[in-house]
């Protein structure tokens, strides 16, 4: 099972809470996580893009780096890990995305990847005037297919006269192109953004909610699989998911307890504000999960444990059909990535092989 960790590009990383670590985004603070992510073997990190957050008492993610910018610093300091950022496709052209992201492969020699953000939450495009109006939202995956299309022709062709609904492309050129495949990922939940997925991605992030329950998990690789199926193409499945990890169980769980004493119910429900606007949301779609979430300061997958609980439920989720590999995020993140790197994953029976290599 590959690991990957998401990088806290935004304040206060995945925890919408005012009791939960608090902190602000920096290149030291990513680099020092990146840095332990390639010490201790795992395969790849990612950042996100958000341009506004939730506002509220934590301020979450009122504070973000952007990520190509980040990335490209990333990979001038690294040799190993593989790195991907993320676009949010209503900001960036594809011609030029597409010769930002050839900028990186040289940096990384080879190790970059490209995260397509559709866009859910409207006020990060209004607030700039690129938001294209409701009709978007039963359109933004069609639109990305073109966003992607376009991509891969200049990559692999280093011209595009693509001519789509959204975007026109005459004797476009980039050059150089990539020394190897830029990888592409995508993380729709709906039934729609799957089958974008499987079209046109080599991941697609899946979610599920709850603590401990790694069972919840299958159902959505079995999605994905069935999109693949439909398609004729393969697509990989990354869980995100969140650890919490302390010496015993009831350590661990005393940390999640008081986190959500100090949830913060003024930025979840401006966030879901935001996601009700797409009145037409499927249940398992993001947005969707999102509405139907417990108020908590996080609705992903919580392993929250000793680090024996933890890595045994991390090996139970290795056994899961169709799932390739999990994306990580903590509660505190250097303290997090060490508990990871020396006490949970040299108990890991999926992980062998890298403790091995080390």
Known sequence: MDIGVFLPIGNNGWLISTTSPQFMPSFDLNRAVTEKAEKYGFEFALSMIKLRGFGGPSEY????????????????????????????????????LARMAVTIDSISHGRFGVNIVSGWQKAEYEQMGTWPGEE???????????????????????????????????????????????EVISAGQSARGMRFAAEYADYNFISAGGINDVTKVAPHTER????????????????????????????????????????????????????????????????????????????MLRLIGSYETIATHMDMLAETPGLRGVMLTFDDYLIGMEQFGTRIQPLMKSRQHVMKAA
């Open 136 to 182: 978007y939202f039963s359109k933004r995956y069609e639109y990305c297919s073109e966003y992607v299309r376009v991509m891969k022709d200049l990559w692999a062709e280093g011209r595009s006269d693509f001519k789509g609904e959204y975007f026109q492309m005459t004797d476009c050129r980039v050059s150089p192109r990539p020394t190897r495949k830029i």
């Open 61 to 96: 993610w009122d504070h973000n780096l952007e990520s190509f910018t980040l990335m490209a610093g990333l990979a001038a300091v690294t040799t190993r890990i593989k790195l991907f950022a993320s676009v949010a496709v209503l900001t960036i052209p594809p011609a030029v």
């Open 224 to 299: 994905l699989m069935a999109a693949n199926a439909t398609a004729g193409a393969h697509c990989d499945a990354m869980l995100l998911m969140m650890i919490i990890a302390d010496e015993t169980d009831e350590a661990a769980m005393a940390k999640w307890d008081h986190y959500v004493d100090g949830t913060d119910l003024e930025a979840l429900a401006w966030r879901d504000a935001q996601a009700a606007a797409d009145v037409k949301a499927e249940a398992h779609s993001t947005v969707g999960r999102m509405v139907r979430s417990d108020r908590v300061p996080t609705n």
